[in-house]
């Protein structure tokens, strides 16, 4: 884990350089869709990392930085000077973030190896006794366990609607969807409503909705965790359903004979 961790540091290094270089080009008036993509890319992998290894602060402030970077992606927010001073600053930030949680266990070691007997656990305090005796008379109360036997699962909507970011940025939708199923069982439906005509089609456009009905023992932070990388790629909604209170396959319909029959030879080749 020592080697991961370090190797972890290593990657986040070479991100800041990039990070670094993008922000230099960004000043430089380079505002294309590429470069802010480079800035927005170094940010979201040390995001990545910083999760895997639990560092909540890392994690909570590149998020937000994640998330002015993609505003600027989306063209929702202008490069403008006050907001360039601002990367600049963040990114400096998020520098002494990395050397903070890169030295702090090594610090927190040597710290601990000065302290004499540090390393063995406290055990067997006494505990202080009381010196009034205790009224435990009984009370009755009414207590429900409608809720303690259920075995724990949940019920849950998912819907996404992947943006063409989501695949620029090597995410799938196959993938998450996977590992939404692999919390329990569930059925998906994908909604094609909104696919354009053939002759209309951009290959790089995302017009597919997914709708995922998950049974399953896991929480919604178990969920939302799947889709940590993919956040501000699509649109998201996730909602808890009461028991029975399952959705039916949308009805939709496919204009274009052309794409109608290639959805009809996936779905045979499945």
């Known amino acids: 884990m020592t080697e991961i961790r370090q190797t972890f540091f290593e990657e986040c290094a070479e991100q800041l350089v990039e990070l670094e270089s993008g922000l230099g080009a960004l000043e430089s008036g380079a505002h294309d869709g590429e470069t802010v993509g480079r800035v927005f890319r170094a940010v979201h992998s040390i995001k990545g990392g ?35 001073s601002l990367l600049r600053r963040a990114a400096g930030v998020l520098a002494d973030l990395v050397a903070v949680s890169r030295e702090q266990e090594g610090v927190y070691s040597e710290l601990r190896a000065l302290i004499p007997g540090a390393e063995a656990e406290v055990e067997d305090e006494p505990e202080a006794e009381s010196e009034a005796e205790v009224d435990l008379g009984f ?18 909507r998912i819907t996404f609607t992947p943006r063409p970011e989501l695949y620029a940025n090597a995410n799938e939708s196959a993938r998450l969807i996977r590992e939404c199923l692999a919390l329990g069982s569930g059925d998906v439906f994908c909604d094609t409503s909104a696919t354009p005509l053939l002759d209309a089609l951009v290959p790089e456009g995302a017009f597919l909705s997914w709708t995922i009905e998950l049974t399953t023992q896991s929480g919604e932070d178990a969920i939302r965790e799947i889709f940590d990388f993919a956040e501000f790629d699509c649109d998201l909604a996730l909602e808890r359903l009461a028991d029975g209170d399952g959705a039916q396959e949308p009805e939709t319909e496919i204009l274009d004979p052309e794409i109608a029959a290639l959805f009809e030879r996936l779905k045979a080749a499945e």
């Open 50 to 84: 910083a999760g895997a290894f639990h560092l909540k602060e890392l994690v909570r402030f590149s998020r937000t930085f994640e998330g002015v970077l993609n505003e600027i992606r989306s063209d929702r927010l202008a490069l403008e000077a006050p907001v360039l």
């Open 139 to 156: 009370t009755p109360v009414a207590v429900d366990f409608g809720n303690l036997f259920d075995g724990g699962e949940k019920q849950f």
